[in-house]
């Protein structure tokens, strides 16, 4: 259910939209003599879903002409909206680890060790210049450096062996290897 929830994150903010509409609509109103708190919550979330359907309306109209401009008076409400609702998707964000890894950080650590690879792959051209040369040979000691403290890390990992060390290494490497590519990139520019 949670992955098919992350895959449609457009349907399940519209449903939780229109069931927060529906909830609100739903509240009785303030009888004199309530207690404040109730005044300020229905005020409140009234507010909020009075803007919500501005913003989206105001949105719809807008895509449907887009020659006219919108006024900062029908923009704000939506600029205070956008940041709430995609810090909900954003919760919704997972990485997909690899099968047969043993953890995240191993799977991230192949990632890594992918890319790199890759670039190494792509730079083996006998056409590069001295300083791209140099960067490439750099490149190739940090992958085989970041490579080693990863099969060194993934050891400790099946056998058992606390592996802080191996990690803080593999960190270490995978750091200088990132930055490696980082400066071949730059030099190829």
Known sequence: MIPFLTQHQFGL???IYWIFSAAV????????GDPGGY?????????????????????????????????VSQVLPLVLIVPLLISGSACAAHYAVHPGSLNTADSAAYDTLLIAETVIDQ?????????????????VASYNAARESWLTYRGALATN?????????????LTDLTNAIRVLKEVKK
């Open 161 to 173: 062996t606390p592996s802080d060390r191996y990690f803080q290494q593999l960190t270490k490497n």
């Open 123 to 139: 730079a083996r051209p006998e056409n590069i210049s001295s300083t791209e040369k140099d960067a490439l040979k750099t490149l």
């Open 13 to 15: 903010a519209v449903a």
């Open 25 to 32: 609509s739903a509240m009785p109103d303030p009888k004199p």
């Open 39 to 71: 005044v300020w919550l229905y005020r409140f979330v009234h507010t909020i879903a009075g803007n919500l359907t501005t913003a989206l309306s105001t949105a719809a109209r807008y895509r449907a002409s887009p020659g006219n401009r919108l006024p």
